[in-house]
């Protein structure tokens, strides 16, 4: 049986002391267990319309842009600033280590789309109510948060109450 888990490895100090790292590393090298990784985000949603799949940089591009072609969807960057070529919205968000800033496109959502964000962890919430906040500015309708793992200590759904928010496992 598929076990997310046992594709995730802890670093321990890392990016600062006192942090364990969820490593995604190896669930990325096993096609197979992305497959499966993918056919449960999937399953999770259900038969919800999606127009756009939002991934946050960058971790969250991975299994973004797989979403988006499996559901027929535009694939949406949301990214640290002074990355994106075009004119951008931007959002200061805090982090379980440290302070950013997140942009989209100003064109990258049309009034009324149905949309999925997606990251690979949920951890305080801090990013993803960031990008929710943009995506809505834009018109954007949230169909649901999904994540590989959340972090269940840090109380991230907290921040993302009015949305629907799934993950493959939880810490
Ligand atoms: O729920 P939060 O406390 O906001 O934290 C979760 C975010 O932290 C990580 O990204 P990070 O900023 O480390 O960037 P990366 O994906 O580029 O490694 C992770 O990929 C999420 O985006
Ligand atoms: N402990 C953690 N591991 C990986 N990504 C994270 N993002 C925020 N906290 C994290």
């Known amino acids: 049986m598929f076990r997310i888990q046992d594709y995730i490895r802890d670093i321990k100090d890392f990016p600062k002391k006192d942090i364990i790292y969820k490593d995604i590393t190896p669930l990325l090298q096993d096609p197979s267990a992305t497959r499966e990784a993918l056919k ?6 259900g038969d919800q319309k999606v127009h756009k799949v939002v991934g ?4 969250g591009f991975f299994f973004a842009t797989l979403l988006a072609q499996e559901l027929n969807a535009g ?6 600033p002074g990355k994106l070529p075009f004119n951008t919205f931007r959002e200061n968000y805090s982090l379980e280590y440290g302070e950013d800033v997140l942009e989209i496109h100003c064109d990258a959502i049309q009034e009324g ?18 990008a929710c906040k943009l995506v809505e500015k834009m018109g954007g309708e949230i169909v649901q ?3 590989l ?15 629907e928010v ?3 496992v939880t810490y």
Do not use: Q, W
């Open 56 to 59: 946050i940089e960058s971790r």
């Open 75 to 80: 694939f949406v960057p949301i990214r640290k």
């Open 145 to 147: 948060c999904n994540f």
């Open 113 to 130: 789309e149905k949309v999925l964000v997606h990251d690979d962890v949920l951890a305080t919430g801090g990013t993803a109510a960031a």
């Open 166 to 168: 799934v993950s493959l």
């Open 40 to 45: 449960k985000l999937l399953e999770l949603l």
């Open 149 to 163: 793992m959340d972090l269940d200590f840090l109380k991230g759904r907290d921040k993302l109450n009015p949305y």
